[in-house]
């Protein structure tokens, strides 16, 4: 029997051997001490790539977005969120946890936007009845959509015109800029700090990074002490993710393409609806008679899929188009 096509996340592939030869070689020192000169390159050349001051390499997204809220609030300030935004939906709740900052969620619009109206009517007057309203945060790409750029442009200028810092959680952010074919600093540049996953879909085992300005990343520093992950000889960790900076960026389009070839498999299933991919996620809502056991049931055929709000199908680096044709085999005989 083949071994199963794990569509459950882009996080779950495992390091290619070039990328654990990456690891084994490198150079590392005591990163609490800023010493490895890994950790250093890497946070210099995301810095670079993405037009930032500084860089904060960090173990997971999570710990990312959670320095960065806190670096930007004050215990009691409120920041404004999208309703089903990562930061503020699946990350435990920590930016009010730990840092004690009110989330002001707002919905999110079908393309992943938060409506301008919405973000407008969400600032809080300077009055001592409120949270004083500190940042905007965005994601992208968001449920696998890229955010218009257009958008992006208007929602962070609107937050600096009222004082907003502005937040991105990006931790598909390579996605979305070879989806849309921009450069992914055109996008980073809106925004005053970004968050990117190098574990996503660019197939690093751990780490992602934070990125702003020098001073804001001076904060974040110790934030990331106090939570826990100042790491030590973590350059065997950054040269992965150096490694999947020079190597798995541009490949993110084979992901895409395999997400896309998979949608058109599923094409005149009754009872299917099929959301046209725009990177590397596919999400597939059934008639409610189909659902119930469809996640099992695809599993036991040889599909890992997750099935929470919707159907959700993620390309990746261990993913083949000889995987995507025998899922699609599966999924047109079992959904
Ligand atoms: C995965 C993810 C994160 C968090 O990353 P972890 O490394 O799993 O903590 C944050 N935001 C988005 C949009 C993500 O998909």
């Given at each position: 029997m083949n071994p199963p096509i794990d569509l459950r996340s882009d996080t779950v592939t495992k390091p290619t051997p070039a990328m654990r030869a990456a690891m084994a070689a490198a150079e590392?020192?005591?990163?609490?001490?800023?010493?490895d000169p890994t950790v250093n390159a890497l946070q210099a050349r995301i810095a670079a790539l993405l037009g930032k001051e500084a860089a904060l390499f960090v173990p997971t997204g999570t710990q990312s977005n959670l320095c960065g809220l806190m670096a930007h609030c004050q215990r009691g300030d409120e920041y404004l969120v999208g309703q089903m935004a990562h930061t503020y939906r699946w990350e435990g709740g920590?930016?009010?946890?730990?840092?004690?900052?009110?989330?002001?969620?707002?919905?999110?619009?079908?393309d992943g936007s938060i409506a301008l109206e919405d973000i407008a009517a969400a600032i809080k007057p300077d009055d001592a009845h409120f949270a004083r309203t500190r940042l905007l945060a965005l994601e992208d790409t968001w449920g696998g959509q890229v955010l218009p750029q257009a958008y992006i442009e208007s929602a962070t200028a609107l937050a600096r015109s009222k004082g907003l810092a502005t937040h991105l959680d990006g931790a598909r952010l390579f996605n979305a800029a070879v989806a849309s074919g921009l450069p992914a600093l055109e996008i980073a540049r809106h925004f005053d700090s970004v968050s990117v996953c190098f574990s996503k879909g660019l197939g690093a085992p751990v780490g992602s990074a934070?990125?702003?300005?020098?001073?804001?990343?001076?904060?974040?520093?110790?934030?990331?002490?106090?939570?826990?992950?100042?790491?030590?000889?973590?350059?065997?960790?950054?040269?992965?993710?150096?490694?999947?900076?020079?190597?798995?960026v541009e490949r993110l389009a084979e992901d895409?393409?395999?997400?896309?070839?998979?949608?058109?498999?599923?094409?005149?299933?009754?009872?299917?609806?099929?959301?046209?991919?725009?990177?590397?996620?596919?999400?597939?809502?059934?008639?409610?008679?189909?659902?119930?056991?469809?996640?099992d049931r695809l599993r036991a055929a040889g599909v890992l899929c997750t099935g929470l709000y919707r159907l959700r199908f993620v390309t990746h680096l261990d993913v083949s188009s000889r995987d995507i044709d025998r899922a699609i085999g599966v999924l047109r005989q079992h959904l």
């Open positions: 590392v020192g005591d990163d609490v001490f800023g010493d920590g930016a009010a946890v730990l840092g004690s900052i009110q989330p002001q969620p707002l919905p999110n619009q079908p934070l990125v702003g300005g020098r001073e804001f990343i001076a904060r974040a520093h110790r934030i990331r002490k106090m939570v826990g992950g100042g790491m030590r000889q973590a350059g065997v960790l950054a040269a992965a993710a150096l490694h999947a900076l020079d190597h798995h895409h393409a395999h997400a896309r070839a998979l949608a058109e498999g599923l094409q005149g299933l009754p009872g299917v609806t099929v959301t046209p991919p725009q990177s590397n996620i596919l999400f597939v809502d059934l008639a409610p008679e189909k659902a119930p056991g469809v996640v």
